[in-house]
C-alpha cells in the first residue's frame, strides 16, 4: 500500500497549538472573522491573523472578503491526508497497548499468587504456634 500523502506544511501548520485551536473553533463554529477567531481562542487579532496565514498556506482554511471583513472558513481536506498517514500506525499502538495490557493482568496476577502464598504461610505459622 502507497504512503498517504500528508503535505509537510500540514504538519507545521497542525503542530502549534493556537493553530489547533483556531481548527477546532473552525470546524465547530463555521464561518467566522479574525475578531472572532481571536476571541475563541483568547489571543490577538494580530496574531491570530499570523496563524491563519499559515493554515491557509497549508491549504487547512480559506478567506473571503465580506465588505472591510475577512471570513474564515476550514477546509478539512488537508487533515484528511494527515488523518490516512497517521492510521498506519493505528495498528501498531493497538498491538503495543494489548501488549502492555496482558503484561499488567500478568504481573497483576504473579502479586495475587505471591500474596495469597504469603497469606497461606502465615497462617500455617500461627497454626504451628498455637
Known amino acids: 500500500?502507497?504512503?498517504?500523502?500528508?503535505?509537510?506544511?500540514?504538519f507545521r501548520a497542525v503542530a502549534d497549538p493556537t493553530?489547533?485551536?483556531?481548527?477546532?473553533?473552525?470546524g465547530?463554529?463555521?464561518e467566522q472573522t479574525v475578531g472572532a477567531l481571536a476571541?475563541?481562542?483568547?489571543?490577538?487579532?494580530?496574531?491570530v491573523s499570523r496563524h491563519l496565514a499559515v493554515l491557509r498556506?497549508?491549504?487547512?482554511?480559506?478567506?473571503?472578503?465580506?465588505?472591510?471583513?475577512?471570513?474564515?472558513?476550514?477546509d478539512p481536506a488537508p487533515l484528511r491526508d494527515l488523518f490516512?498517514?497517521?492510521?498506519?500506525?493505528a495498528g501498531f499502538w493497538t498491538e503495543r497497548v494489548a501488549n502492555l495490557r496482558d503484561y499488567l493482568?500478568?504481573?497483576?496476577?504473579d502479586r495475587q499468587n505471591l500474596d495469597r502464598?504469603?497469606?497461606?504461610?502465615q497462617n500455617g505459622e500461627r497454626r504451628d504456634a498455637t
Open 105 to 109: 493482568d500478568r504481573q497483576n496476577l
Open 84 to 89: 490516512d498517514w497517521a492510521g498506519l500506525f
Open 57 to 74: 498556506s497549508a491549504g487547512l482554511v480559506e478567506e473571503r472578503r465580506a465588505g472591510r471583513h475577512r471570513i474564515y472558513r476550514l
Open 1 to 10: 500500500m502507497p504512503r498517504p500523502a500528508a503535505d509537510d506544511d500540514v
Open 19 to 26: 493553530r489547533r485551536a483556531l481548527i477546532e473553533a473552525l
Open 28 to 30: 465547530r463554529g463555521g
Open 39 to 47: 476571541e475563541a481562542v483568547g489571543q490577538s487579532v494580530p496574531l
Open 117 to 121: 502464598q504469603n497469606l497461606d504461610r
